[in-house]
């Protein structure tokens, strides 16, 4: 019986592999709340500048969060100095106000897109860094505490 269930856990472990990640990493926020001068900032060597890859934020909120979407400002910098910058918006929330993402209960992860089958030009290392760039109707200012968003990382995959 033993023998069964350790078979049963390696085999568990083999599958939930993943041959195509090169690259993961993320960072708590603060308390549970993402605040707008918190920048996530992600450096990693090119893995290939042959094979394609494609890059997502992974993102983890709970039931804190107030909004049904996400807008963030993603700089993406080259070894060779080059940088751009995207502003991107992410629904998070269905339009019955279930959270969209995997996860049981209060907390769910989001895998989002953010570079599909791209091809890293130079070797070297590269940067990405986020922050969110949420705006309530009518002010300038933005919102400053973004609560419920508990983590938010960087994932590369090769490209099938």
Same mark, same amino acid.
């Given at each position: 019986?033993?023998?069964?269930?350790?078979?049963?856990?390696?085999?568990?472990?083999?599958?939930?592999?993943?041959?195509?990640?090169?690259?993961?990493?993320?960072?708590?926020?603060? %308390?549970?709340?993402?605040?707008?001068?918190?920048?996530?900032?992600?450096?990693?060597?090119?893995?290939?500048?042959?094979?394609?890859?494609?890059?997502?934020?992974?993102?983890?909120?709970?039931?804190?969060?107030?909004?049904?979407?996400?807008?963030?400002?993603?700089?993406?910098?080259?070894? %060779? %100095?080059?940088?751009?910058?995207?502003?991107?918006?992410?629904?998070?929330?269905?339009?019955?106000?279930?959270?969209?993402?995997?996860?049981?209960?209060?907390?769910?992860?989001?895998?989002?897109?953010?570079?599909?089958?791209?091809?890293?030009?130079?070797?070297?290392?590269?940067?990405?860094?986020?922050?969110?760039?949420?705006?309530?109707?009518?002010?300038?200012?933005?919102?400053?505490?973004?609560?419920?968003?508990?983590?938010?990382?960087?994932?590369?995959?090769?490209?099938e």
């Amino acid at each position: 019986m033993r023998n069964l269930l350790l078979g049963l856990v390696c085999a568990l472990a083999l599958l939930s592999c993943n041959d195509n990640l090169v690259y993961t990493r993320s960072e708590s926020t603060t %308390g549970g709340s993402w605040d707008r001068d918190e920048v996530m900032t992600f450096t990693f060597k090119a893995p290939d500048t042959i094979q394609s890859h494609n890059l997502y934020f992974n993102i983890r909120n709970d039931d804190r969060f107030p909004y049904s979407n996400l807008f963030v400002i993603a700089a993406f910098n080259t070894p %060779g %100095g080059e940088t751009s910058i995207d502003t991107l918006e992410y629904e998070m929330a269905r339009p019955d106000g279930t959270w969209m993402g995997k996860g049981q209960g209060s907390i769910k992860e989001n895998k989002l897109w953010f570079k599909e089958a791209m091809v890293f030009p130079d070797t070297g290392e590269y940067t990405v860094t986020l922050q969110h760039a949420m705006r309530k109707n009518g002010d300038v200012e933005g919102v400053v505490e973004l609560p419920g968003i508990t983590d938010v990382g960087l994932e590369i995959e090769k490209q099938e």
